[in-house]
């Protein structure tokens, strides 16, 4: 019956924590989608400046769309590349969470049915 108590208490320990790595999980991923959206906007709008300079033969125009619009476009391309870089291995740590309690919980429970 001891043994019983430990296990639900060592079971319960472990289904909290991994609800609350999962919640984490989750914000993780909201997050992800809304700056995956925003790089998508963002390639867009680098993309299409970097069309209409190649287009253009005015270098007086080249050069002012390439200083309203095309560098910052570019720098906030590339943070927001780097952002989702860090989001992504943020997932794949709190991932490996989630694996290594589940590999414990199944260890537990092989464990308990064999005595």
């Given at each position: 019956?001891?043994?019983?108590?430990?296990?639900s208490y060592?079971?319960?320990s472990l289904d909290e924590w991994k609800q609350d790595i999962l919640q984490v999980l989750e914000e993780i991923e909201?997050?992800?989608?809304e700056i995956a959206q925003e790089l998508k906007?963002?390639?867009y709008k680098y993309g299409?400046?970097?069309?209409?300079?190649?287009?253009t033969v005015n270098e007086e125009i080249i050069e002012k769309i390439r200083e309203m619009y095309h560098k910052p476009f570019e720098e906030n391309y590339n943070q927001l590349k780097e952002y989702i870089r860090d989001l992504e291995?943020?997932?794949r740590v709190f991932q490996m969470f989630i694996q290594?309690?589940?590999?414990?919980?199944r260890k537990e429970s092989a464990?308990?049915?064999t005595y």
């Open positions: 019956m001891e043994e019983t108590l430990v296990k060592l079971q319960k909201t997050e992800y989608e906007v963002y390639s299409i400046t970097k069309q209409v300079i190649q287009s291995e943020k997932k290594k309690i589940d590999e414990v919980t464990r308990s049915t």
